[in-house]
């Protein structure tokens, strides 16, 4: 399976309720905790790694790519209705 078929299987827009702080003190000022999934499925997040905004439109979107120890996951926050949604679900890679 190539890098663009895996990305399209793996690829969610699933909204989800996250835990998270926010500080002057931490880069870029929020650190997401963990989060639940519709299911009740609860990730705690042990690191995270890249975090970068995207755009859409003229909406700016703050993506964090964030792992549990056991998979990857790319949670975003759109900043215009400040709802959080994950955006992708994969394996982890050490």
Known sequence: MDQDTYYQEHHLHQPVDVD???SRS????CKPLAFRTESGREV???EIGLVHPKYDGLKTIHAFDVTDGATDYRLCLD??????????EGDHYD
């Open 20 to 22: 998270a702080t926010f």
């Open 44 to 46: 705690l997040i042990s």
């Open 79 to 88: 900043t215009e209705s400040l709802n959080w949604y994950l955006e992708f």
């Open 26 to 29: 931490i880069l870029g000022h």
